[in-house]
């Protein structure tokens, strides 16, 4: 395999997890939303919604521009994601414990996205900068999600 078909198969995995990264962030708001009472949690996360369904289009759109599809998060892990989060707003729905759960969730895909843009440095300029654009973004929702805690 020449150097740039490597590149563009190195792409679009980092393009999937850019991807997933963004969808799950979508999953855990809708799963918490329905609990939130609070209107400027609820602007937050309305907030937070709106920017990972940016990141999740844009990294759609690279992955139909390099002829792959888009692969959703799978069953278990929304399911897994589902099961804690109604466990937890069931003990506990005040607005610190929602926004701690959010800032847990969304450092869990900080840190995981760091680890793949470490991992991947053999990707596109494009690539390496949407994932490291979204790893500033999630950062600053969790510094935003702090004033509720």
Sequence with gaps: ???????MKRDAELYTYIYQ????????????RGTVSDAELTKELCDEYAMYDEYST????????????????????????????KMNTAVDSTVSHIAAMMIEGTTMGVT???????????????????????VG????????LKKFL
């Design 137 to 144: 973004a999630e950062s600053g929702a969790i510094e935003s």
């Design 21 to 32: 990264n963004a969808r799950m962030g979508l999953v855990g708001i809708n799963q918490v």
């Design 112 to 134: 995981k996205l760091s680890q793949k843009i470490t991992a991947m440095k053999d990707c596109s300029r494009e690539a390496l900068d949407l994932a490291t654009r979204l």
């Design 1 to 7: 395999m020449n150097e740039q078909a490597q590149t």
């Design 58 to 85: 844009t990294a759609e759109n690279a992955l139909r521009d390099l002829g792959e599809e888009s692969k959703d998060i799978g069953a278990i892990a929304k399911m897994g994601s589902f099961i804690s989060t």
